[in-house]
């Protein structure tokens, strides 16, 4: 919502008017997809699919936090700027569960993702 990552099953859509609002379905362009989808792909970083819109949401707006220097939890040094880590990829997803743990492959999709970006 506005450039930030929320927890859209908490929030009400009358919360949000004159929100931008950015879901998996605007994150493509046209027929290409976003680099993080396309890593997802490459990856199998999904099983279901039941969580990926939401991991790959989730993904987006995580490694916007990083590039503008945000720190997480598990960030060795809070004023640099943070390594994009397997541990600090797992930190900034915890909240989006995997019920099938596809988390290795969501993982290694990020990061590769990451690189491309
Ligand atoms: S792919 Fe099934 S819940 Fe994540």
Wanted: hydrophobic share 40%.
């Amino acid at each position: 919502m506005n450039g930030r990552r929320i927890n859209s099953c908490l929030s009400l859509a009358a919360q949000h008017e004159g929100d931008e609002i950015t879901t998996i379905e605007g994150l493509a362009d046209g027929d290409r997809l976003h680099p993080v989808q396309a890593a997802f792909v490459a990856h199998d970083g999904f099983q279901c699919g039941y969580c990926t819109p939401g991991q790959i949401c989730s993904a987006v707006g995580m490694l916007k936090e990083i590039r503008a220097g945000w720190p997480s939890h598990a960030s060795s040094d809070v004023a640099g700027p943070a390594a994009l880590t397997e541990a600090e990829i797992r930190e900034r997803m915890s909240g989006n569960f995997c019920r099938c743990a596809a988390y290795p492959n969501i993982v290694a999709a990020i990061r590769d993702a990451s690189e491309e970006a």
